[in-house]
């Protein structure tokens, strides 16, 4: 693709009335490639011969040495630069040299955990297992995952409910923990961050309880703080790895303000017919797209927009699709094969694919408003080049004053640095909660202050004062029944998901978070799914279950929120 042709054609459309106020264009990088000594085992070598790849950049050879030197590392490149052979290569080099060592691999979404699954099956080395355990694994499966698997692939919500609670079922896994990759750090910020952090530390004491210590090996696209920050979720020193020398291609950045239809009220074209149009434009010069919005309603309205507007050209709707979460693992697993293998040329999503799941090559990219952080702008634009070809990213501006600062100042977008990733593991709220679950797993005592923080053993006693731990002699253990790791929501946010029945059918059609249940699926809602419209009929909050029929409908529902502080 011509990333400045393509940008010419958008100007010589009938519609076009000034909407592109910026253009930058960004120019290409050159790998630099190192030598890794010792080298790689023959069979590693040869399995990266298969898939294409005869050399190493420079930062995963520096990432690789640090590891191999027992250094816990933080790699801090750009999308599509390879980060995942830097932790693939050295955990399969251990593997194959103790077939008794283990690894876990952290990831915040199940999407890329099944990715990455993916990707360690390409390398095709026998007596090497790899097993996916999360809420999607089925129960007949997760027991051979947990004997079996020498890779270990999870989230942290799982590691938080299943596993550390469970460890002693896991003592094999712990036992030989040599290795633990946390993919994507970045993600772990604030409250989120926080009890991850939490988890993290929980997950070291619960290893040395099994005689373990393992590297941790991190991935982060770029932050500020990336040594501070990876230090505070771990709790341990690290090396960060930041010289990036994977190549890119020519980029077009521009920044697209849909025109004014009101000057009195600074009313505009509707972003999302805009964005519409510019996919669908880029669909027809053969321009494979994604397109990002920043709410799964958004991202089914310009699906169905789309798909309407490519009505004259079946060929290429019929090769377009939705990501989001709420749909059901085989429908997410299908799309991603598709957009992997090249069957679909476009794909509208939420965040959902701002991370690092392996997409293919992709020629372009519509930012449907400004993410919030110029990190996850950057990103987003990431996800379009991958490879030295050219690549077009687009930011179309919403009607808030945000998106609009940036189309009237479009170089605080480019000037500014990425943000810092703020974490504060030892928020007394976030520690006690963790402190609870920590003595459930191993009784928690002073040592622990190591792990958790100076405020431990005041927290511990506080705990004790309230009834949740109980002393004997050194020592604080869980005083109740249960386990209290499903009354930590690690997300800040319901982990409970309610049902969207099709009743007429009687089928499956989605899911929904319960935080959000009541804004998208209650009681006349319009719930659009891969193009569909719903309507919903009834909401069944004891039952989490949202009962829905198909409806042909020219509108659709957005909840009005109301919030009352009182001080």
């Not at 772990?188 to 952090?197: D, I, L």
């Amino acid at each position: 693709m011509d990333a400045r042709r393509v940008l010419d054609e958008f100007k010589r459309q009938p519609g076009y009335d000034g909407q592109i106020v910026y253009e930058r264009f960004i120019p290409p990088r050159s790998p630099q490639y190192d030598t890794l000594k010792p080298p790689l085992p023959r069979v590693l070598t040869d399995s990266l011969r298969a898939q294409r790849i005869t050399r190493l950049y420079t930062h995963q050879v520096e990432a690789i040495t640090a590891v191999r030197r027992h250094e816990h590392v933080v790699v801090v490149t750009a999308t599509a630069s390879g980060k995942t052979l830097c932790y693939n290569l050295p955990v399969l080099e251990r593997l194959l040299a103790d077939p008794a060592a283990r690894a876990l691999y952290l990831y915040p979404t199940k999407a890329l955990a099944q990715d990455q699954a993916d990707a360690l099956a390409e390398f095709e080395l026998p007596g090497v297992v790899v097993g996916t355990y999360d809420g999607d694994t089925p129960a007949r499966r997760r027991r051979a995952v947990r004997d079996e698997a020498h890779v270990i692939l999870t989230n942290p919500d799982m590691l938080h409910l299943g596993i550390l609670p469970q460890h002693h079922r896991w003592a094999s896994l712990f036992r030989h923990l040599r290795y633990v990759v946390i993919d994507d750090v970045h993600i772990y910020r604030g409250v989120f961050g926080s009890n991850v952090a939490n988890i993290l530390r929980r997950l070291r004491r619960v290893c040395r309880l099994h005689g373990a210590d393992p590297v941790f090996i991190c991935t982060s696209a770029t932050i500020a703080n990336p040594q501070e920050f990876a230090a505070t979720l771990l709790g341990l020193p690290v090396t960060v790895v930041d010289a990036d020398g994977s190549p890119s291609g020519p980029r077009w950045f521009a920044l697209w303000n849909p025109p004014l239809i009101d000057q009195a009220r600074a009313h505009r074209r509707s972003s999302y017919t805009e964005a519409t149009a510019l996919f669908t434009q880029l669909l027809r010069v053969g321009a494979r797209t994604i397109v990002f919005t920043q709410a799964r309603k958004i991202t089914e309205l310009i699906y169905r927009q789309a798909r309407r507007a490519l009505e004259d050209a079946p060929e290429l709707a019929s090769r377009i699709s939705a990501y989001r979460a709420g749909y059901l693992p085989e429908e997410r697993r299908a799309i991603e094969q598709r957009l992997f293998n090249g069957d679909l040329i476009g794909v509208v999503s939420t965040s959902a694919l701002e991370l690092g799941i392996d997409v293919g090559s992709l020629d372009a990219a519509i930012l449907v408003g400004y993410p919030g952080t110029i990190a996850s702008t950057w990103q987003r634009a990431g996800r379009a080049g991958r490879g030295r070809e050219d690549a077009l990213v687009v930011l179309v501006a919403l009607e808030d004053a945000l998106d609009q600062y940036l189309m009237r100042h479009p170089t605080y977008l480019f000037a500014r640095p990425h943000e810092h990733a703020v974490i504060d593991p030892e928020n007394p709220y976030i520690l006690a909660a963790h402190l609870r679950c920590a003595a459930v797993e191993v009784p928690v005592w002073r040592q622990d202050a190591d792990i958790f923080g100076p405020r431990t053993e005041e927290l511990a006693a506080i705990l004790e004062g309230q009834g949740d731990l109980a002393r004997r002699r050194d020592r604080w253990f869980w005083a109740n029944p249960g386990y209290p790791a499903k009354d930590v929501e690690v997300r800040a946010a319901s982990g409970d998901l309610f049902r969207i029945v099709d009743a007429s059918r009687g089928r499956l059609v989605g899911t929904v978070d319960a935080a959000r249940a009541f804004e998208q699926v209650h009681p006349g809602a319009v719930y659009l799914h891969q193009g569909e419209t719903y309507l919903v009929q009834h909401l069944d909050a004891a039952h989490r279950i949202a009962s829905v029929r198909l409806g042909d409908v020219d509108y659709y529902t957005q909840p009005r929120s109301t919030t009352d502080l009182e001080i």
